[in-house]
């Protein structure tokens, strides 16, 4: 059995790491000014809407370009959401939905 | 003991009540982690990794999408030093999110942060914040029942689906991949809390969308996650509105916020 690929895990986990853990170890983050922690606090809505937006507005092709495409994956995101900012404890049936939304659809063949 | 007004049992109903929600919430995220693991496995098998390379990639890595390029880089003979590069730049946005629970985290022990932070992730990442912001204060065990949903199925998923992933249909047909993205935006709108939060939000996704059709997905989230706050902090600040240091803290005495909507 070969192990050689564990190899480029211990590479890969090397540069990952540090990104997760560097921001979280530095010192003196209670030292920060105010508004750099105002920052760091609008960090997790920005970063999460771009992770949601990004990822079903934005359609990779197998060649790595990319290319804006609204389809059923954005209007299950959409309602998905649309739930959650009516009642925010529904993210489990909310989700639940938008997968319901996107099987249906790619099922009857229109997505 | 509780105190004569009732403040530490509410405030002990609020964090069992909120770690049941970060539970349900990080479970529906967990089976879609469970898919793909699925899918990992099965297309790291194809690729021509061992299963100890696949699982150990699940474990030591932890990052599925570097791990899905990394099978593809592999399968084209890409030369690791570039798989490394491409790992690095794709994984760039924890960053974002440890500096963003750095905060509030800032009076847990260094050693625990460490461990912590293997676990971060997209998942655990949006569970967690949203968990700590609910209760207006950290809650570390809160913080890892996101993780755990995602760490422990995530390498089982590598090898059941090395081992039997032909039997398994696609996520896709079964819409498993619009999970990731519904999660993510329903907890973004979990943790807008004003019109900052909002303004922030919405500037992540017109730019994470622009830059990404301009560059990459991934520099496309890491732009949008930068760029994202700073017009959320141009938003004037209106009296009402939370102060800049106001939430993040970790000794466990801020007023607890309620988590039923």
Do not use: C
């Not at chain 2, 007004?5 to 349900?24: F, H, N, Q, V």
């Not at chain 2, 755990?148 to 039997?167: E, K, M, R």
């Not at chain 2, 943790?191 to 939060?197: K, P």
């Amino acid at each position: 059995m070969s192990l050689d690929l564990v190899a480029l895990a211990v590479l890969m986990a090397a540069v990952t790491y540090p990104s997760r853990s560097i921001p979280l170890l530095a010192p003196g983050i209670e030292r920060l000014p105010p508004v750099v922690l105002g920052y760091l606090r609008l960090v997790g809505p920005a970063v999460l809407a771009s992770l949601a937006a990004a990822n079903a507005l934005v359609l990779v092709e197998p060649d790595g370009s990319t290319t804006f495409h609204v389809g059923i994956e954005a209007a299950a995101v959409a309602i998905a959401v649309a739930i959650v900012a009516w009642r925010r404890s529904l993210l489990l049936p909310a989700i639940a939905v938008a997968v319901l939304v996107v099987a249906g659809a790619r099922a009857v063949g229109i997505a | 003991m509780r105190a004569p007004d009732g403040k530490d049992a509410l405030t002990e109903g609020a964090l069992r009540a909120s770690r049941r929600r970060a539970a349900l919430d990080a479970a529906g995220m967990a089976l879609a982690a469970v898919a793909f693991g699925i899918a990992y496995g099965l297309a790291a098998r194809g690729a021509g990794f061992s299963i100890v390379e696949a699982f150990a990639m699940s474990v030591l890595v932890f990052a599925g999408a570097s791990q899905f390029a990394a099978v593809g880089f592999v399968a084209q003979g890409m030369p690791w030093l570039a798989i490394v590069g491409l790992t690095f730049l794709l994984n760039a946005r924890h960053v974002l999110y440890a500096a963003a629970l750095a905060p509030w985290l800032q009076r847990t022990p260094r050693a625990e942060r460490a461990v912590m932070a293997h676990g971060l992730t997209d998942e655990s990442f949006a569970v967690g914040l949203a968990h700590f912001r609910r209760l207006g204060r950290a809650d570390v065990p809160g913080y890892w029942i996101g993780a755990l949903f995602i760490l422990i199925p995530w390498p089982i998923a590598t090898v059941a689906g090395y081992l039997g992933g032909q039997a398994v249909p696609d996520p896709t047909v079964l819409g498993l991949d619009i999970v990731f993205p519904a999660a993510m935006g329903a907890l973004a709108v979990g943790v807008v809390t004003g019109r900052r939060e909002l303004a922030a939000a919405v500037a992540g996704v017109a730019i994470g969308v622009g830059v990404s059709l301009a560059t990459s997905v991934s520099v496309g989230v890491v732009a949008g996650g930068l760029i994202g706050p700073l017009v959320g902090l141009a938003v004037p600040h209106r009296p009402t509105d939370a102060p800049d240091d106001a939430a993040p803290s970790a000794d466990g005495h801020d007023e607890a916020i309620g988590v039923a909507p």
